[in-house]
């Protein structure tokens, strides 16, 4: 007779990277798009991914192959319970190659829900770099300005990525964030490619500046000083061509009050900082008609900064 | 018959600019040294400058080739009150060419000292543009890194010196500094010149982090995470060669306990950070051993963050 079956269900939520000011090492949650992960025991020992939803038969079924199932399966063995018999449904209720930390959510959601069924041995801190270890599958890079917000929420800043040193930034009340994806494709690879590897002595001065600045708004609760801040001098300049209509959307985005819009993750979505949630709506009309005339299809997001992170559904 | 001459004494305290992970935008006071300026008022209409101590001759009477003489100039012109009869007596209690800001607390004393006798005309910030005019003629730059902390105290953030957007950090309780000046000449014209104007991405985004640790350490008195995060990855390994021993001192000084340390300024002195006065005197033997048995000559000074800055005496 087969076990009972006793499945749990998780969500982990899209995400910010970058956020302007900190490439490679600053990222924050956002409530939703986000990917869910169904997970139940079953007889045959080992890991399995039974279903896939919602991405068009481009994920990998082969456990080690797949975001969400590499990130688990990782983890598990570190745990000593690779030989449990587990089922994995991937439900990706988010785009891939949207900036929007997509295969970082699947990493997060898998190791929430394998570490959810097995009645959380590990705290989420302790599962990070499973997770981590699962989008660099899908990514190339070992580095967690997506998976750490996906999976802690909040805004994080991780110091080294080498060391997963991460820390959940201040946030101050009011803060919204606007995040519009627009049907383009940006392959990750190909904004990674364009980036010089070189940077001039006083982009980096400004930029070091900037982000200090940006986290001494973030615990001063100073919007003006956050405003000041979100200038990207390195990155965005480089990506921006990438993105039709970037600077178009972003100088309206700005007029309509947000304190500063950039590129999410390596695009093409494009995220707004503002300071209440009725200057967040109005910068999300302004980004939605502008994509809409240019008719390119979109979709918007409008979310505080997601403070949960990975959670059980 | 002459007017009654009630002069007013002022110190301003020397600084430790760029602090490992802020080249340019960071910097902090500390208690001494410092320089001392005393005005009074005069019969005769313009400031003056009757008196230099200290300084071997090096420094100008001319009011406007003097740093304190060009800061207070400029002042008294903005409010003006460049009729007014003034005398200035500078008293240079701190070493030129020291990497501790010393024409910054010239500058200082400059602008404080002829506020006071003025009867406060002026806010500290609003008097701090035109102390930074005045360190500009010594040093050729338009930056507070080293008089925005000699005037207004405490550890200060410059996001950015061209607009002079300044703020006070949170210090954490505990936090000492440890400066060592070896009497080594390094000007600061050399310091600048030999530093690249290209910078990797891999290491300004190093820089970023750390200085972004910093910042979070500071805010949350995370003394581990202070420690972590100072690394200079771009300009101390430029410009360590210019000071003879400074990693054997650096090395040392970690091991005898310091959270960080590096170069103060554009050198030669070195400054470490700890997390209590203990630990700071026990680095103070270490520099100042490490020196003497070198032969070298050195002064150590040991200081909380002086959240002073400028002060009437």
Not at 67 to 72: L, N, P, S, V
Not at 82 to 92: N, S
Not at 98 to 121: D, F, H, K, T, Y
Not at 215 to 223: A, E, K, Q, S, W
């Amino acid at each position: 007779m087969a076990k009972i079956k006793t499945g749990v269900k998780v969500f982990a939520p899209a995400s910010i990277a970058n956020v302007a000011v900190g490439y490679d090492i600053l990222g924050f949650a956002i409530d939703k798009p986000g990917d869910e992960i169904i997970v139940n025991f079953s007889d045959t020992p080992g890991l399995k991914i039974t279903e896939i939803r919602g991405a068009k038969g481009k994920l990998p079924f082969e456990v080690l192959k797949n975001t969400a199932g590499f990130a688990a399966q990782k983890m598990l063995e570190h745990i000593g319970e690779e030989r449990r018999g587990l089922e994995m449904k991937i439900h990706k209720k988010m785009p891939f190659g949207s900036g929007l930390g997509s295969s970082a959510a699947s990493a997060a959601a898998g190791v929430m829900a394998v570490n959810e069924i097995l009645g959380r041995p590990l705290t989420k801190s302790q599962m990070l770099p499973f997770a981590v270890l699962g989008e660099q599958i899908a990514d190339g890079a070992y580095h967690a300005d997506n998976v750490g917000p996906s999976l802690l929420g909040g805004m994080q800043l991780i110091r080294s990525n080498d060391t997963l040193d991460i820390h959940r930034l201040h946030v101050p009340k009011g803060l919204y964030a606007t995040v519009i994806y627009p049907h383009i494709k940006v392959l990750t690879k190909d904004s990674r490619s364009i980036l010089s590897d070189q940077t001039s002595l006083k982009q980096c001065i400004e930029q070091t500046g900037n982000i200090a600045g940006f986290i001494v708004g973030l615990y001063n609760g100073d919007f003006d000083l956050i405003g000041r801040s979100l200038q990207d001098v390195i990155i965005e300049p480089q990506r921006a061509q990438l993105i039709p209509h970037f600077y178009e959307v972003k100088d309206a985005v700005l007029e309509a009050g947000a304190l500063g819009c950039s590129i999410s993750g390596a695009g093409p979505s494009i995220f707004a900082l503002s300071a209440n949630s009725l200057i967040a709506e109005q910068v999300g009309e302004v980004m939605t008609r502008i994509f809409t005339n240019h008719k390119i299809k979109n979709e918007l997001f409008i979310s505080t900064i997601n403070q949960e992170g990975a959670i059980l559904i």
